[in-house]
T-cell receptor
Framework: EAGVVQSPRYKIIEKKQPVAFWCNPI?????LYWYLQNLGQGPELLIR????????DSQLPKDRFSAERLKGVDSTLKIQPAELGDSAVYLC?????????????FGPGTRLTVL | RKEVEQDPGPFNVPEGATVAFNCTYS??????FFWYRQDCRKEPKLLMS???SGNEDGRFTAQLNRASQYISLLIRDSKLSDSATYLC????????????FGTGTRLLVSP
């Protein structure tokens, strides 16, 4: 079974430029998450989707960050404009969204460096 | 105060040693508890869920103390391959929906 796919794996941009990350969850997984992980820290949730609906975006900095999951499958996270402090790893995760023992599976992440 | 607190380490242990990590959480309404493992520059992967009765998976034993809001992970007979960061994770809901991660505890197992 293919895991969560993310691209690009690495991205280097200059501040004030836009950037977008793409995620394709495990086939059949209805729930998709975007996390931010700073160096030496644990992942922090940015947004959670149930199918195409964003059900928890309370931690998403909406002034510069946006996300979409138009058909309830793959998703894009965008930052515009990027700031130096946005340098981090952006992780996507998915789960089937069913049952107490449902597990979140993470993708390899996109490592963003803002210069 | 952070919702989930862990000693960042690193814990340096020789092969074969037993090592224990602790974690505390602040929200008494937390319902689900997990340990994730994260290798350097890799994604987190679920190691095990943690239940009130305690649970064991091979060399790994996890314990939960709800009264003290304390979670532990014990690794027996450490292997070189156990070197990683261990993330303590708590959810306010049953299951995996709203995970809050600790900063992680780094383990280095040496020959």
């Amino acid at each position: 079974e293919a895991g969560v796919v993310q691209s690009p794996r690495y991205k280097i941009i200059e501040k004030k430029q836009p950037v977008a990350f793409w995620c394709n969850p495990i086939s059949g997984h209805n729930t998709l998450y975007w996390y931010l992980q700073n160096l030496g820290q644990g992942p922090e949730l940015l947004i959670r989707y149930e199918n195409e609906e964003a059900v928890d975006d309370s931690q998403l900095p909406k002034d510069r960050f946006s996300a979409e999951r138009l058909k309830g499958v793959d998703s894009t996270l965008k930052i515009q404009p990027a700031e130096l402090g946005d340098s981090a790893v952006y992780l996507c995760a998915s789960s089937s969204g069913q049952g107490y023992t449902d597990t979140q599976y993470f993708g390899p992440g996109t490592r963003l460096t803002v210069l | 105060r952070k919702e989930v607190e862990q000693d960042p380490g690193p814990f340096n242990v020789p092969e074969g040693a037993t090592v224990a990590f602790n974690c505390t959480y602040s929200n008494s309404a937390s319902q689900s508890f997990f340990w994730y493992r994260q290798d350097c520059r890799k994604e987190p992967k679920l190691l095990m869920s943690v239940y009130s009765s305690g649970n064991e998976d091979g060399r790994f034993t996890a314990q939960l103390n709800r009264a003290s809001q304390y979670i532990s992970l014990l690794i027996r007979d450490s292997k070189l391959s156990d070197s990683a960061t261990y993330l303590c994770v708590v959810s306010l809901k049953a299951g995996f929906q709203k995970l809050v991660f600790g900063t992680g505890t780094r383990l280095l197992v040496s020959p």
